[in-house]
């Protein structure tokens, strides 16, 4: 099965600079990398998703690398604000079998804090 | 924007007793899944479901859970006799088919 490690666990950041989140993954068969954003009390919020077919993504402020041949992607988070705050969950599926459906394997998540 | 939702957002019950949590997924969507988190844990896969059947189950989805679709809307997931083991919070999610997969706000199940 998959094995998903993320690091680090925590993370603070002075609000405005950059923050980066790495995780590994051990089955190559994966091929979707979503990143989730989950505040206190609440459900995981997708932010970012990449597929295997691409190195990189982004989205605004957000952007997500994947190195398919080390088998790792990052998270990066730039010119950060108070409200990111937040912990920070990575995952990788498992390729759906003839159902098409596709658990994810979730790392075990970083918690940033933004410094004002 | 649609979203998965869940009810109840806190349930407390007895070790032995039944619980039955409930989820609406998107209307659309296809596959539908319960995660659960246990407290400052990571989101671990309990079950998939599709055209109104279990897909995989993980190891934790033993004999005292199951699952079901008993309308068109609804998703349950049912907890047969809690243990103290069980408490957790439980995420539904739903999934149109296109891997992305959106998630509830979560029911926080405590066993006394």
């Known amino acids: 099965g998959e094995n998903v490690e993320q690091h680090p666990s925590t993370l603070s950041v002075q609000e405005g600079d950059s923050a980066v989140i790495k995780c590994t993954y051990s089955d190559s068969a994966s091929n979707y990398f979503p990143w989730y954003k989950q505040e206190l009390g609440k459900g995981p919020q997708l932010i970012i998703d990449i597929r295997s077919n691409v190195g990189e993504k982004k989205d605004q402020r957000i952007a997500v690398t994947l190195n398919k041949t080390a088998k790792h992607f990052s998270l990066h988070i730039t010119e950060t604000q108070p409200e990111d705050s937040a912990v920070y969950f990575c995952a990788a599926n498992l390729p759906g079998d003839s159902f098409g459906n596709e658990k994810l394997t979730f790392g075990t998540g970083t918690r940033l804090t933004i410094i004002p | 924007e649609p979203e998965v939702t869940q009810t109840p957002s806190h349930q407390v019950t007895q070790m032995g007793q039944e619980v039955i949590l409930r989820c609406v997924p998107i209307s659309n969507h296809l596959y539908f899944y319960w995660y659960r988190q246990i407290l400052g844990q990571k989101v671990e896969f309990l079950v998939s479901?599709?055209?109104?059947?279990?897909?995989?189950k993980s190891e934790i989805f033993d004999d005292q859970f199951s699952v079901e679709r008993p309308d068109g809307s609804n998703f349950t997931l049912k907890i047969r006799s809690t243990k103290l083991e069980d408490s957790a919070m439980y995420f539904c999610?739903?999934?149109?088919?296109?891997?992305?997969?959106?998630f509830g706000p979560g029911t926080r199940l405590t066993v006394l």
């Open positions: 999610a739903s999934e149109q088919g296109t891997d992305t997969q959106y």
């Open positions: 479901f599709y055209n109104n059947e279990i897909s995989e």
